[in-house]
């Protein structure tokens, strides 16, 4: 039986950006991912979990298995009407990660697999470990867990990063701890690598003792087309250690300094431009009026009308103005053509313009197509006209 995992989903840029799963260590929680959490978010949606028994989630009598803890992921993905994610796992969050790829791989886009192993030594230091945690806690190897977790010179300079994490391995629940422990002691995907299709990151860290280069090098060798990579200075939460380079590897990895930064770049380019030519009030209300069902239409029409279209440095945006106008009142769309007139009028375009563009449309594309962008414009003439009068007498 699932349980329902505490998360904290961070927005990407817009509503249909792909989203990125971070799976933590044992003995964390989703905090252990803020280094990466910022600068992902800038081009992907960011769902950063807290695994059974670990952080907020809840935490079920033990022990648990390798395939419940990834049955937690799919459910809370289900739940966010998520269908495929890249996921990234460290440690534990790794195994998890592997057994999404083997045995739901329509669900995975990309797969990151950092610090971990296919098989984490043998069962019996996992069940002695779940059974002192059991008697003494996790306070009890948090000290020790630490020296697994980061370099010793890493711990020497940074004395509040070390009592942080230090906090977070006592602060795991005993049983949630333990109970993972028991599900590390029965996992090996040796044999399943080779079913594992997502384009696959692999990334170790020099000084990792826990799951070290060698054992990462085995996963790198068993899934086709992976990419393998070494840290150095790494322990196991190389995220941590090596933020920077490990979030840029990950970007990368999942296309974001490509296509996803490419769509982010012109739609803010759009937007900028959609402003200038319609006004703030229109745009707003149009963001405000956004559903989930338009979104992905609105991303659209940003990106290509306004970022590519609008932007073009073949004509300026005056021409472009009075051509728009044109075609609208030769196709006959009214709704269109009035939005287009009053922010022609409010960038300064003058009514005599306005004029000469419907009368030459009426040659070319009909009199009464004509007749309906003059009496369109004449309204709104007259309403900015009652506007700047009423708003002389307030000055």
């Not at 701890?177 to 990334?203: F, K």
């Not at 759009?270 to 991303?299: K, N, W």
């Not at 044109?326 to 306005?354: C, F, K, Y």
């Not at 040659?363 to 004449?378: D, I, Q, R, T």
């Amino acid at each position: 039986m699932t349980v329902a995992l505490a998360h904290e989903r961070t927005e990407g840029p817009h509503p249909d950006s792909d989203t990125v799963v971070l799976i933590g260590s044992l003995g964390s929680d989703r905090s252990m991912w803020n280094p990466q959490v910022g600068s992902l978010s800038a081009s992907a949606h960011v769902l950063a979990v807290d695994i059974r028994g670990h952080g907020q989630s809840p935490v079920p009598a033990g022990p648990y298995s390798i395939a419940e803890l990834a049955q937690d992921v799919l459910t809370l993905l289900d739940s966010l009407a998520l269908v495929r994610v890249h996921v990234v796992g460290l440690s534990i969050g790794g195994a998890i990660a592997q057994w999404i790829a083997i045995h739901r791989p329509e669900r995975v886009r990309t797969l990151t697999l950092l610090c971990t192993s296919a098989k984490f030594g043998e069962p019996t230091q996992w069940t002695d470990r779940a059974a002192t945690v059991r008697a003494s806690g996790t306070s009890a190897l948090a000290d020790v867990a630490l020296t697994r977790w980061f370099t010793a010179e890493l711990l020497a300079r940074d004395s509040d990063l070390a009592e942080r994490h230090r906090r977070m391995i006592a602060d795991t629940p005993d049983e949630g701890y333990a109970a993972c422990c028991e599900a590390l002691s029965q996992w090996d995907s040796r044999a399943d690598l080779t079913r594992i299709s997502a384009p696959t990151l692999v990334l170790a860290g020099l000084q990792d003792p826990a799951t070290t280069p060698e054992d990462l090098l085995v996963i790198a060798d068993g899934i086709a087309g992976s990419t393998y990579r070494v840290l150095d200075p790494a322990a196991h939460l190389a995220n941590v250690e090596q933020a920077g380079p490990v979030t840029a590897a990950i970007a990368t990895h999942i296309g974001s300094t490509a296509c996803s930064v490419g769509r982010a770049a012109a739609h803010d380019t759009g937007m900028t431009v959609r402003r200038s030519v319609l006004g703030d009030a229109h745009v707003d209300r149009s963001i405000a009026a956004r559903t989930d069902f338009t979104a992905p239409f609105q991303d659209f029409i940003t990106r290509t009308a306004w970022g590519d279209i609008w932007n073009r440095p073949g004509l300026d945006h005056k021409t472009r103005r009075l051509l728009t106008l044109a075609i609208l009142t030769a196709v006959g769309n009214q709704h269109e053509l009035d939005m287009h007139i009053r922010a022609a009028l409010r960038a300064g375009s003058e009514p005599d313009e306005l004029a000469e563009v419907f009368l030459h449309t009426a040659v070319y594309a009909g009199v009464p197509n004509s007749n309906s962008a003059f009496a369109l414009a004449n309204a709104a003439i007259a309403e900015a006209s009652t506007a700047d009068d009423t708003e002389s007498v307030d000055s």
